[in-house]
């Protein structure tokens, strides 16, 4: 009876049991798959943002590609001139003359200008800047006067100076050349006057081979003409110079200058423009011009150490009756300290000579004073003078 009692008990019982069992398996199947979804989530949302953020970076990289495209482009059609800094130098010269003679007649005025003594106040202003990495681009600004008078501040000079490479090198110059500015030779005391021939505006190439130096330039100037000022002249100057080096301290050198008329106008374009042409508004007889220069000059320099230097020139040419002339100068001018130099040079028959002794005493790093004593011989004129320079750089 008992045992028969007890078997619906134990029926429900184990139902019960079965029933919680059943329900803990669900409850562990809901629990397992929602930790395994709370570890799935983080991972997608990992993924999506490298989706995401791979994505951004393609876009942003395609666009720093054209904003590099688009500044290279830029820079290649810049001026060339960026990022380069323009240097200004700037120098006041004042010159004076004591002359210890009695009164100044024309021998004595002439005597002077070939001395090629200029007193007065002269200030000069350059500008020099870099072009494509290893050219150079300078303008010279002068103003000169006389009597303590500064006169109009002008553009005097423009050089352009390509280095093209190692052993070639062109240098333009639209404005203002003289000789001395395409010259191979060193700042001697005492100079050929064939470097202070003006030229006008030209090209100078210059070649280099081991120890020897050539350079050939061709330039062109206008002059009026000596017997009517209302005429103009067009000279073509052909400069040429050959340099040879002796030793490390000993060059010689080789200058030649031709100038010859090429034709005569009563209007001038400027020196640069020039006719070519065959046709002529009317039929004039072609003018034969006079007025044709040459001149050549042998150089001999060499540098004792850093700042004495010693050199000697002779010049022949066909301007005047005296073709023939000669130099010799020795210096010690270095650039900050006391400075000495001396000079002499003449004509072939001792028509003209003169000597020169000067001292350049520096005040500072900017400001010197240059006193000399000059006595010149000029056919029947001669003469002694006293000269002092005062010059001021900044």
């Known amino acids: 009876m008992v045992s028969e009692k007890n078997e619906p008990v134990a029926l429900v019982v184990n139902r019960l049991k079965s029933f919680a069992k059943s329900a803990q398996d669900f409850t562990n199947h809901i ?21 995401e953020a791979f994505s951004d970076i393609m876009k942003l990289r395609d666009r720093q590609d054209k904003v590099e495209r688009l500044l290279s482009y830029k820079s ?48 000069r ?26 006169g109009q501040l ?38 050929p006057p064939l470097l202070n021939q003006h030229i006008g505006s030209g090209i100078n190439l210059v070649l280099k081979k081991a120890n020897v130096i050539g350079s050939l330039a061709q330039f062109v100037s206008v002059m009026g003409s000596q017997l009517d000022s209302s005429r103009i002249t067009h000279f073509l100057s052909t400069f040429g110079q050959v340099k040879y080096q002796l030793s490390w301290s000993t060059k010689v050198l080789l200058l030649a200058l031709h100038r010859v008329p090429k034709f005569s106008s009563d209007a001038s374009l400027g020196p640069i423009a020039l006719p070519i042409g065959m046709f002529r508004w009317r039929k004039d007889p072609i003018e034969v011009l006079d007025g044709s220069f040459g001149s050549a000059a042998l150089v001999v320099e060499s540098d004792v150490d850093e ?7 002779v010049e022949m040419n066909n301007a005047c009756e005296r073709n023939l002339q000669w130099g010799i100068s020795i210096s010690d001018l270095p650039e900050d300290d006391f ?56």
Not at 307 to 313: D, E, K, Y
Not at 348 to 375: A, C
């Open 125 to 150: 202003f350059t500008f020099e800047t870099t072009v494509l990495e290893n050219d150079t681009l300078k303008a010279e600004f002068v103003s000169a006067g006389d009597s303590g008078q500064l």
């Open 154 to 191: 002008l553009l005097a000079k423009v050089v352009y100076a390509a280095n093209i490479s190692d052993w070639c090198s062109l240098t333009a110059v639209p404005l203002g050349a003289k000789c001395s500015d395409i010259g191979l030779t060193s700042r001697l005391v005492s100079v």
């Open 307 to 313: 700042s004495m230097r010693v050199g000697g020139w």
């Open 31 to 51: 629990l397992h798959n929602f930790e395994s979804s709370r570890r799935r989530h983080p991972i997608q949302i990992l993924k999506r943002l490298q989706r």
């Open 76 to 123: 290649s059609n810049s001026s060339p001139f960026n990022e380069t800094r323009t240097h200004v130098r700037g120098e006041v010269e004042v010159l004076g003359l004591l002359l210890m003679i009695d009164r100044i007649n024309k021998d004595n005025r002439d005597a002077i200008h070939r001395t090629g003594t200029k007193t007065g106040t002269n200030s």
């Open 339 to 394: 400075g000495w130099g001396v000079r002499m040079g003449g004509s072939s028959n001792w028509d003209h000579f003169e000597v020169e002794t000067l001292s350049k005493i520096k005040f500072g790093r900017n400001f010197s004073v240059q006193p000399s004593i000059m006595y010149v011989i000029d056919g029947s004129t001669q003469f002694p003078a006293l000269m002092m320079k005062s010059s001021w750089s900044f």
